[in-house]
C-alpha cells in the first residue's frame, strides 16, 4: 500500500511548471513500481521534460532562427525516463545516464552480472547495483531520430534541425532534478550531486559538452562528475544543424572511412580540454575516463594521452583520471556474431566501472576523498600492424599508439584485472573483419591449451595451463585471490565483486580439481 502511496504522490507531483524555469513542464505518461532492493523500493517514471531557451543567451547554431513562443524563447522535449527510490533509500545521488543511439546505458554498465552481461539498451536490475547503493537513475533522451523534438528552421531552402539543443537538454534536466525546487519534481529534496555517463559515442558527447561550455546555467552546475566509458580518441561535433532524420554526430571514422572528420579532432588531451574552459565554469567537473584495449588499437585513445603533436604523454589534470582496462574488449558481450571471425572477448570489466563509478561518487560527495591514482597502458607505436587503425591523413605527424603486449598476447599494464593477471587465455586481439565495427570492437578471446604436447602440436607458443599453474586448481585460484585482493585494497576494485572473481576461479572448468587418494590406491591418469 505505501509503494502505491508514494507512486500517487510522485504523479501528483509532476505539475506544470513556472514558465521561467529551463525546464517548463514534465509531463509523465507512466509511473509504475520497479522493483525492491536492499535499500527501499523502486518506481519506473516515463515522462517529457518541454524546455525553453533564450536564443540570446545560447550559443547553438540555428536557434536565433527557430521560432519562438510567446515568451520570446524557443520550446524542445525529451523523453526521460526516472528510476525513482523511495526518499529514504536515496544515497544523495543523481546518475544521468546519456543513451547510447538511444539505448540507455546505465544498468548495461554497472548492473551486468559476469557471465550474462546486461546489452546496451536494457534497463533490466541484473545485479540491481545502482539501485542497491541508493543512485537514483536519469535517462535523458538528446539524438535527433531517438525521440526528442528538437528546434526546425529553414536554412538554405530547407528544413534543418538545431541539434546543440541536445546538449542544452541534458544540461537542464540535471539542474532542475537537483535545483528545480519541489513543483513537479519526483526527486525533489533528495539530491545533493550530480554525476553523467556516456559510453562510447555518449562518453565523447560529454566530453564535448565540457569543452563548450555547458555544464553551468545561471550559476548552477550540472554535473559535479563525469564518467566517461570508451570515449576512446574522440568527441563530437553536436554544435551543428543537420536536414534529420539522424543525426550529424552519428557517424564514425573506420577502416572505410578514416579520414572522416569531426571526430578526431581538438583538444584531445584533458589538460587542453581544461585549459579550453578555463573562466567558463565557476568548478570544473570531476572526471573518470575508462579506456577499453581494443580502443587504443581501433578508437585512436592514444591521442588522448599524446596529443597529435607530440610522441610522449601531456599531464593529466588534478580533477582527471584514467583507467586503461588491460584486455578488454570496447563492448562488454559474450554472444558470438556470425559475421564476425571468431568468438568475442570474455573479458568482464563491469567491475572495473563499477569500482570507477563508486570511486567517482566518493570524489564529489561532501569531503570527497580522490580516486585512486591513473592506470596507463604502457604504449608503442605499431605502425605496420593491420590491426592498428593509424593516425589520420590530415593530422599531419599525429602517431598512434598500442599497448606493449607480453609472449602471451595480453597487456600487463594499465589496471590489469585477475583475468588478465592470472590468464587462461589471451585477451583482447582485434576480431575481423576490420571494416565491421561490431567485430572489431567485439574482441577476441584465445585459450590457452591445457597440456604441453597439446600446444606443441599446434605451434602455440604460450604455455599450457599445466605448464603454467603446476599446482594445479588450487595454484590458479590462490593467484586470482592475491590479485583481487590487492585491487581492492587500491580501490580499483569492489570487495563484492572480488568474491564473484574468485568464485568464478574456483568453479573454472579450464582445470580438473584435486582429488584426494586413498592410501595405497594407484594413481588415474589426470589425477594428482
Not at 526528442?148 to 541536445?166: D, I, N
Request: with cysteine; glycine share 10%.
Amino acid at each position: 500500500m505505501k509503494s502505491r502511496l508514494r507512486v500517487a504522490a510522485i504523479a501528483a507531483a509532476l505539475a506544470a511548471l513556472p514558465a521561467t524555469a529551463a525546464i517548463t513542464e514534465l509531463k509523465v505518461s507512466s509511473t509504475q513500481p520497479y522493483g525492491e532492493f536492499a535499500r527501499g523500493k523502486y518506481v519506473r517514471i516515463e515522462a517529457e521534460a518541454q524546455g525553453a531557451l533564450d536564443p540570446a543567451a545560447e550559443s547553438i547554431p540555428g536557434l536565433a532562427q527557430a521560432p519562438r513562443n510567446a515568451q520570446g524563447r524557443v520550446e524542445y522535449r525529451v523523453p526521460v525516463t526516472l528510476l525513482v527510490p523511495e526518499k529514504r533509500a536515496s544515497n544523495g545521488a543523481l546518475l544521468v545516464d546519456v543513451p547510447n543511439r538511444g539505448r540507455p546505458i546505465s544498468h548495461g554498465l554497472y548492473n551486468s552480472p559476469r557471465v550474462r552481461s546486461i546489452a546496451v539498451g536494457s534497463l533490466d536490475q541484473g545485479t540491481g547495483f545502482l539501485e542497491e547503493r541508493g543512485f537514483t537513475v536519469a535517462v535523458v533522451q538528446w539524438e535527433l531520430g531517438e525521440g526528442p523534438q528538437l528546434p526546425a528552421f529553414e536554412g538554405g531552402g530547407r528544413k534543418l534541425y538545431a541539434e546543440g539543443v541536445g546538449f542544452a537538454a541534458l544540461r537542464d534536466v540535471a539542474i532542475f532534478l537537483r535545483d528545480g525546487g519541489k513543483t513537479g519534481n519526483p526527486v525533489a529534496r533528495t539530491i545533493d550531486r550530480t554525476l553523467a555517463v556516456g559510453y562510447s559515442q555518449t562518453a565523447r558527447l560529454l566530453k564535448s559538452f565540457v569543452v563548450n561550455g555547458f555544464n553551468e546555467r545561471g550559476g548552477k552546475t550540472a554535473f559535479d562528475g563525469l564518467h566517461l566509458i570508451q570515449a576512446a580518441g574522440g568527441v563530437m561535433p553536436l554544435l551543428d544543424a543537420g536536414p534529420g532524420p539522424g543525426s550529424v554526430a552519428a557517424v564514425t571514422p573506420g577502416h572505410r572511412n578514416p579520414e572522416h572528420r569531426g571526430v578526431h579532432e581538438a583538444p584531445f588531451t584533458w589538460g587542453e580540454v581544461m585549459a579550453s574552459v578555463a573562466g567558463k565554469y565557476r568548478k570544473a567537473p570531476h572526471v573518470v575516463v575508462s579506456n577499453a584495449y581494443n580502443d587504443y588499437l581501433g578508437g585512436r585513445a592514444s591521442l588522448v594521452r599524446t596529443g597529435p603533436g607530440s610522441k610522449d604523454d601531456q599531464p593529466i589534470p588534478g580533477n582527471v583520471r584514467i583507467y586503461d582496462i588491460s584486455g578488454s574488449p570496447h563492448i562488454n558481450g559474450r554472444a558470438r556474431n556470425p559475421d564476425c571471425g571468431e568468438g568475442p572477448g570474455q573479458l568482464d570489466w563491469a567491475p572495473a566501472a563499477r569500482a570507477q563509478l563508486v570511486a567517482l561518487d566518493a570524489w564529489v560527495a561532501k569531503g570527497g576523498k580522490a580516486p585512486p591514482a591513473s592506470r596507463l597502458f604502457t604504449l608503442e607505436a605499431r605502425p605496420a600492424d593491420p590491426e592498428v587503425f593509424q593516425a589520420p591523413a590530415y593530422l599531419a605527424g599525429a602517431v598512434v599508439k598500442v599497448p606493449v603486449k607480453d609472449r602471451d598476447g595480453n597487456a600487463q599494464s594499465g589496471l590489469v584485472l585477475p583475468d588478465v593477471a592470472v590468464p587462461i587465455a589471451s585477451h583482447g586481439a582485434m576480431n575481423t573483419p576490420l571494416t565491421t565495427m561490431a567485430c572489431r570492437q567485439a574482441g577476441t578471446y584465445r585459450p590457452f591449451a591445457l597440456k604441453a604436447d597439446e600446444r606443441k602440436a599446434k605451434n602455440d607458443d604460450r604455455l599450457s595451463l599445466e605448464e603454467r599453474y603446476p599446482g594445479g586448481i588450487n595454484e590458479y585460484v590462490t593467484k586470482v585471490r592475491m590479485a583481487a585482493n590487492a585491487l581492492v585494497a587500491e580501490r580499483l576494485l569492489l570487495p563484492e565483486d572480488a568474491t564473484v572473481i574468485l568464485h568464478a576461479a574456483a568453479e573454472n572448468p579450464a582445470f580438473t580439481p584435486t582429488r584426494p587418494r586413498a592410501r595405497g590406491a594407484t594413481p588415474q591418469p589426470g589425477v594428482r
